[in-house]
């Protein structure tokens, strides 16, 4: 395993954008293979895959644009995002009741390729529910929101959940 050891910002910034372009190159590769694919469980995996780079290249620049241009969130958004999240909150909070729900359904438990589907969209909205909540309670606390802060928080809640869950 590579250990990193950074001297300045603009060496952090350059690997967090060239991780973010290969993240997309493995986007636009997965894409290519999704159009020659004709198993929708196969189509949908590598959908699956191509989002998460996607989403991972988004993240990986917004880390480097983070650093170039740290900026506070403001009352006026922080309202906004409060509201935003909130309900958000409340539509995965059902979403991961009702997943759970099926995912004891035998039926379903003896469909592997259902199955592992629910319990893709299951983790991945537990995933967003820890998240949101985890932000909506920094910003209702009126801390001031240090993605640092946020980052460690919601990997305390989701490696807790998780291991409720297993």
Not at 38 to 65: G, R
Request: without cysteine; charged residues 30%; glycine residues 0%.
């Amino acid at each position: 395993m590579t250990s990193y050891n950074f001297e300045n910002d603009q060496q952090l910034v350059s690997y967090l954008k060239q991780e973010s372009n290969e993240e997309f190159q493995y986007s636009e590769h997965a894409r290519k293979t999704i159009d020659k694919a004709i198993n929708p469980l196969v189509k949908i995996v590598l959908e699956i895959i191509s989002q998460d780079s996607i989403k991972h290249s988004k993240i990986y620049e917004t880390m480097a644009l983070i650093i170039e241009n740290p900026q506070l969130i403001t009352e006026k958004e922080s309202e906004m995002a409060l509201y935003e999240i909130k309900n958000h909150i409340e539509v995965e909070r059902v979403a991961v009741q009702n997943l759970n729900n099926l995912l004891e359904d035998e039926k379903i438990k003896r469909n592997n390729p259902l199955k592992l589907l629910l319990e893709l969209l299951f983790n991945d909205e537990l995933i967003h529910h820890t998240m949101l909540l985890t932000i909506y309670d920094l910003l209702i606390s009126n801390k001031s929101l240090a993605e640092e802060d946020i980052w460690d928080q919601i990997w305390k809640e989701i490696l807790g959940k998780k291991e409720k869950n297993v």
